[in-house]
């Protein structure tokens, strides 16, 4: 039944990151693969457990993933290209790459931190039921007791997230094919006795997809044979496609109240609503009163979170370090599951809440851009050859370091001792940068666990936590820091180690920071104040520390946004605003340089196309770009771009090592594009998730291929 409580989905990668560790271990053999499957069968009767134990009333189920629900659909489909379908395992050859094979493309889950596959679907990939595992799941839950409701990507969503071959039609065209797909799961999931099902159709709150939703639903819904039908938007407002929606056979309709803001009643053409009135996308609790108070205005309403709580942590319980004054305002996923019940609770007995009190109005960002000349007149040389070699900041983490953090922390590695083992490593990034004949070397960052939970932990107004796990891709799991009060920097935080590591060489040794912008993405911020001000917060700090980096003869500083795109909102009409002041935030953070410093910027996954215009406002010096993943596509939106630019030509999300030849071919499809004198030779990210022998490999084969690239003097 789908009444009272429910949740859109759940954390899966493991209270403790178990099927981080499980995948890790099958990925190097030391894992079989009913070892792989015992961990997430363990990890999926752990969640039922858990959500029945804290009074859930409707359980979902096919909320876990080895890897990417998106992957998983598209096995589902049997949406599999040719070349992966002779891999050994063509599951993880998608995700990952294997042999000679580059994965498929990655990109972020809408406005999320989370990365999905991107699937890829030409006018004649196959479109039907191929798997079983939300059929799976139904019956190994049941085993344990539980009825579930299956929840899958729905038609829309999923068509309009994969791309098409080349050559080839929007995979949005193929949407009765998938249709027919879907009707057959449905029916079998009709046959297992399944009563409902969830289609996640976030991508309508983007305003796409409306027209094919309606007709989609109206399909679906007047199927005889099949469950009720329990279609969830979120991330904003429904929209245009909530009367779409209301208009089909569908039972009931999921809407994000949190992000969205109210709906009208009458609008929901008699469908159940499931509102998500508990955040999935912070850390703070819910204030209940004005939940409840929203939440009396609808009939019949099943209390819900506003998305999948997949984007924050399992459990408060968990941090026991954290400031009592701090933790009575913060709820992870355990906390909001608890939340969601108490109000459908109250909810039952009649209670009415009270309506919230109006959040304080902003005050408009700054954009001070005193401090440097414009962009021709500064260019500042550091006697570079043409097609200059560098990465982009972190080297492979050793176990060894991350082992000393953990000392460090325990107290059994005093500050001193820790701070000579970080000198040692950024001695031998150092060496080994020069020994490969990289032109503009980095420290490595190795006294960085993060890009941005390191500036957290060096900044006033922020918090970390000790096991606050939230999924990005894959395996990867990140621990967002929590803003939740005044940002300001006390003392500088990184021009120590900047100037140890160029006091070893005589090549300039890039200063490496994290953006205001992508310090906010990747944190849970507070909610009292508007977004934009926050992050005016933390671009005085990141200013500070760039004027500090400047005056120690820092002669070229990265400032990173590799979430510049991230918050972008996802409807169209609020995206200037948006971009507006992100950029007046970054030109902020970094016109303390002044003319004499190189700013560079790193933007990965940056999807450049709809924020081309933006990036040249950043009024960066040379621009470094994820280009080598998605095949150098992003090539054709950059011509053009009148700044330095390096598309990455090494795809260090891939264990690959790719060879002189490919990074070369890369290169010339720069060269076609970007005059040679404003191209830079890099990598499409860090290497930190990379080890010691691909990094130095793949390194020399960049050297080599820039060298052979460059005009003779
Ligand atoms: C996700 S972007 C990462 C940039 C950072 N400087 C690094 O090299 O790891
Ligand atoms: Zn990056």
Redesign the pocket.
Known sequence: MLTHSTILGYPRIGPRRELKRALEAYWDGRLDRDGLDRVGADLRAGTWRRLAALGLRALPSNTFSEYDHVLDTAVLLDAVPERYRAAADPYFAMARGADGLPPLRMTKWFDTNYHYLVPEIGARTPLRLAGDKPIREVREARALGHETRPVLVGPVTFLLLSEPAAGDPPPLTRLDDALTAYADLLAALAAEGVEWVQLDEPALVTGAGVAQARRAYEWLGALSDRPKLLVASYFGEPGEALPALAATGIEAIGVDLVRGGPVDPAALGGKTLVAGVVSGRDVWRTDLGAALYELSRYPGVVVSTSCSLLHVPYDLDAETGLDPALRERLAFADQKVAEVVALADRLARGARGRAPSPRPAGRPAESTLEGRAPYPERSVQVGLPPLPVT????FPQTGELRAARAALAAGTLDQRGYERLIEAEIERVIRLQERLGVDVLVHG?PERND?VQYFAEHLDGFATTRHGWVQSYGSRCTRPPIIHGDVRRTAPITVRWTRFAQSLTERPVKG?LTGPVTIVAWSFVRRDIPLREVVVQVAEAVRAEVRDLAAAGTSII?V?E?ALRELLPLRRERQDEYLQWAVAAYRHATSSAGDHTQIHT?L?YSNASEVIAAIDGLDADVTTIESARSGGRILGELDGFGRGLGPGVYDIHSPRVPSAEEVGDLLDAVLKVVPVERVWVNPD????TRTYPQVEAALANLVTAARERRPSP
């Open positions: 990465t982009i900041g972190s960052e890009m490496m990265q990173d590799p790193h990965c990210c860090g290497l930190k």
